[in-house]
């Protein structure tokens, strides 16, 4: 299997996971990215069991309404069981680099309020020690110098992602070159620093399963 063949095979496997426990009150929660599509996109052949979605994008609010699947804003529901994304790198601690897309900020939001958070990657996103993807920082605009500036002070080296307005009005810097040995610690470290909004580490809240795509068939983890 391909690499595209490998992210619609999660996100089948992530709606057959949740699908027992859907009914017509269930919300769930979606995140953004081409493998965050896959599931939408299988989501929709299921969309008369459960009520609505929340997306942690635009992108994904008009994929999900392009199926006929209803939008709702986060402030009004109560809660969600599940919240599927994909990610950009994954430990064996299913802690998590994201923010590949630009949407870490209402990716982390929306996985905050699921009691369950699902991950749908292939193969590929699944390393030791993450930080061979540069890790995405979502910066109030006129901070965006200050903070690049703390960054170089925590090791990394932080690129602008020029062009990139993120769906709050945020920019993106891109840490590369980051050893990233105490997941955890990072990220509270960069949440720290004055005028970032978020970062792209999911290790505080990371995922409870890890749906891989593999050559040998989706794996779980958890
Ligand atoms: C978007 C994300 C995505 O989940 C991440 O970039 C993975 O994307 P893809 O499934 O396209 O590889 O965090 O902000």
């Given at each position: 299997m391909n690499q595209d063949e490998l992210?619609?095979?999660?996100?089948?496997?992530?709606?057959?996971?949740?699908?027992?426990?859907?009914?017509e009150d269930s919300i769930v929660g979606v995140g953004t990215g081409s493998t965050a599509n896959c599931f939408i996109d299988a989501l929709a052949a299921v969309k008369h069991l459960f009520d609505g979605a929340v997306a942690s994008s635009e992108a994904s609010a008009e994929r999900l309404k392009s199926h006929g699947i209803p939008v709702y804003d986060l402030n009004s529901v109560d809660g969600m069981d599940f919240y599927i994304d994909g990610a950009d790198e994954i430990n064996e601690h299913l802690e998590m680099i994201k923010g590949g897309g630009a949407a870490l900020t209402r990716e982390k939001i929306v996985a905050a309020v699921a009691k369950k958070f699902i991950c749908v990657a292939d193969e590929s996103k699944m390393v030791g020690m993450m930080g061979t993807f540069p890790l995405p920082v979502e910066v109030i605009p006129m901070a965006r110098?200050?903070?690049?500036?703390?960054?170089?002070?925590?090791?990394?080296?932080?690129?602008?992602?020029?062009?990139?307005?993120?769906?709050?009005?945020?920019?993106?810097?891109?840490?590369?070159?980051?050893?990233?040995?105490?997941?955890?610690?990072?990220?509270?470290?960069?949440?720290?620093?004055?005028?970032?909004?978020?970062?792209?580490?999911?290790?505080?809240?990371?995922?409870?399963?890890?749906?891989?795509?593999?050559?040998?068939?989706?794996?779980?983890?958890?």
């Open positions: 992210k619609q095979a999660v996100g089948q496997a992530a709606v057959d996971h949740i699908k027992p426990h859907l009914d110098s200050h903070v690049a500036r703390e960054l170089v002070k925590l090791g990394g080296d932080p690129v602008w992602r020029e062009g990139v307005v993120t769906d709050n009005g945020g920019q993106i810097l891109d840490v590369h070159n980051l050893k990233i040995q105490s997941p955890m610690q990072l990220e509270s470290d960069i949440n720290q620093i004055t005028g970032v909004i978020t970062n792209g580490l999911f290790a505080q809240r990371g995922a409870d399963v890890l749906l891989l795509g593999t050559q040998d068939g989706v794996k779980t983890l958890k």
